[in-house]
C-alpha cells in the first residue's frame, strides 16, 4: 500500500508540474532546458506507470495461487460453475490465463488431483485443446499442435466424436484420462496462469 501511494505522489507532483503555466517570458534556452526538463518527467511517469502494472499483474496472480494450487512453472484455480467450453475459455482469458492443458504426465496427475479435491471426485472439466478447425488435429488455445496426450484408450477408443466432439475435458471418474466432447455441453473448468 506504501509503495503505490508514493507513486500516487509522484504522478500527482509530476501532473502539477506539468501543468503550471509561467506568468512571464522566457527565453528560448530556457525553453528549451525546460522542455527537454518536461520530456524527462513524462518517461519517468511512463516507466512508474509500466512498473505498477507489473506490479499488480504479480499480485493478481499471487492472489491467485494462494487461491488454487502451484505446479512447475504455472498454477491452476478452479472453476466448477459449468459452462461451455468458449464460456469456459472467454472467462479465463478475462482471469489473465487459459483453459488448463497439461504438458507431461505429471502435470496431468497434479491438475487430476486438484479437480478432485477442488470441484469433486466425479466431476470433468475443460481442457484447453480441441480440433475444431481440422478435425483429429488437436491444438491448444494458442493454436500449437497438442505434444503430450492423455486420451482414454483402455475402456473405449477416445476421441470417437468426430465432428461432432471437437472439445476436449479430463475426467476424474477415469482417472484423468482424456475424452473429446460437444464444445457445447456444460462441464467446470480450471484456469492456468503462467509463472514466471
Not at 142 to 169: A, H, Y
Amino acid at each position: 500500500m506504501d509503495a503505490h501511494m508514493l507513486m500516487f505522489c509522484l504522478l500527482l507532483l509530476a501532473h502539477c508540474t506539468l501543468q503550471q503555466t509561467p506568468s512571464k517570458k522566457r527565453t528560448g534556452k530556457r525553453d528549451s532546458a525546460n522542455s527537454a526538463a518536461i520530456e524527462e518527467l513524462k518517461k519517468q511517469i511512463t516507466d512508474i506507470v509500466q512498473e505498477l502494472n507489473l506490479l499488480k499483474e504479480q499480485q493478481a496472480l499471487h492472489t491467485v495461487c494462494l487461491r488454487g494450487t502451484k505446479v512447475l512453472g504455472k498454477c491452476f484455480l478452479a472453476d466448477p460453475l459449468k459452462k461451455s467450453f468458449h464460456a469456459a475459455s472467454e472467462d479465463c482469458i478475462a482471469k489473465g490465463g487459459t483453459l488448463s492443458t497439461p504438458l507431461t504426465g505429471d502435470e496431468n496427475d497434479q491438475l487430476y488431483n486438484y479437480v478432485r479435491q477442488s470441484i469433486g471426485p466425479e466431476e470433468h472439466i475443460w481442457l484447453g485443446v480441441n480440433d475444431m478447425v481440422t478435425e483429429g488435429q488437436w491444438v491448444d488455445q494458442s493454436g500449437s499442435s497438442v505434444r503430450f496426450k492423455n486420451w482414454e484408450t483402455e475402456i473405449t477408443l477416445q476421441p470417437d466424436g468426430g465432428r461432432g466432439q471437437n472439445c476436449g475435458l479430463l475426467s476424474t471418474t477415469a482417472n484423468g484420462k482424456w475424452f473429446d466432447e460437444s464444445c457445447r455441453a456444460e462441464k467446470a473448468s480450471v484456469c492456468e496462469f503462467n509463472i514466471v
